[in-house]
């Protein structure tokens, strides 16, 4: 069965650093990988996703993601963070066209001044 | 870009009433759609699958006659929550499957009184 780890259940970093968000999966063919975002209260928008190709993926909001196959890790990167970053990020797997997503625990990004 | 529209966002009903919840594709046509529940601080707990024209598949654990889904066209699912009681309460996403990803509604917040 497939399964995602979020390990870091809260984050806190200072605006304009740098974050790194963890994701570990298990899937048994070649994963869909995605990373959402969600602010309180709202559904979910994408961030990025990687289905093959090139492992590093680019996303909106300046994020871009690694899809390490040896190690099982799709981590979500941001150079520079700011203050409306502050969310919680979910790392979802799931396979071509219309099979079920599996979520992580989501992460809690908090931005300090 | 394709939209889920997710209608109500919010609703209050009292114990013992029933709550139907919308899903529509905008501008595509859903064959497959997932209604996910959500608990606070917590991440998406995945309830069914819809299939347009067919039964959904309920996930373990899920009342199927509690949480009832229908998707009789390619562009609209609905759940309905029937008999609700206030541990019904949560946030309730829904999700369209398309061929290169997903979409997900902005969610609808159900409190039972």
């Known amino acids: 069965a497939q399964s995602v780890t979020q390990p870091d259940i809260h984050i806190t970093v200072s605006e304009g650093a740098s974050l790194e968000l963890r994701c570990n999966y298990s899937?048994?063919?070649?994963?869909?990988l995605f990373w959402y975002v969600q602010s309180p209260g709202q559904g979910l928008q994408l961030l990025l996703k990687y289905f093959s190709g090139d492992t590093l993926v680019q996303g909106i909001k300046g994020f871009e993601a690694e899809f390490k196959r040896s190690q099982s890790s799709f981590n979500l990167r941001k150079p520079s963070v700011h203050w409306s970053d502050a969310a919680e990020y979910f790392c979802?797997?799931?396979?071509?066209?219309?099979?079920?997503?599996?979520f992580g625990t989501g992460t809690r990004l908090t931005i300090i001044p | 870009g394709a939209v889920v529209s997710q209608h109500p966002s919010r609703v209050i009903c009292k114990s013992g009433t029933s709550v139907k919840i919308e899903c529509r594709s905008l501008?595509?046509?859903?064959?497959?759609m997932f209604w996910y529940r959500q608990f606070p601080k917590k991440s998406l707990m995945l309830m069914a699958t819809s299939n347009e024209g067919s039964k959904a598949t309920y996930e373990q654990g899920v009342e199927k006659d509690k949480f009832l889904i229908n998707h009789a066209s390619l562009t609209l699912s609905t759940l309905t929550v029937t008999s609700a009681h206030p541990e019904d309460s949560s946030f309730y996403i829904c999700?369209?499957?398309?061929?290169?990803?997903?979409?997900f509604g902005s969610g609808t917040r159900l409190t039972v009184v």
């Open positions: 999700s369209a499957a398309q061929q290169l990803g997903y979409t």
């Open positions: 501008d595509f046509q859903a064959t497959t």
């Open positions: 979802a797997v799931g396979a071509r066209g219309n099979e079920k997503l599996t």
């Open positions: 899937y048994g063919a070649t994963p869909y």
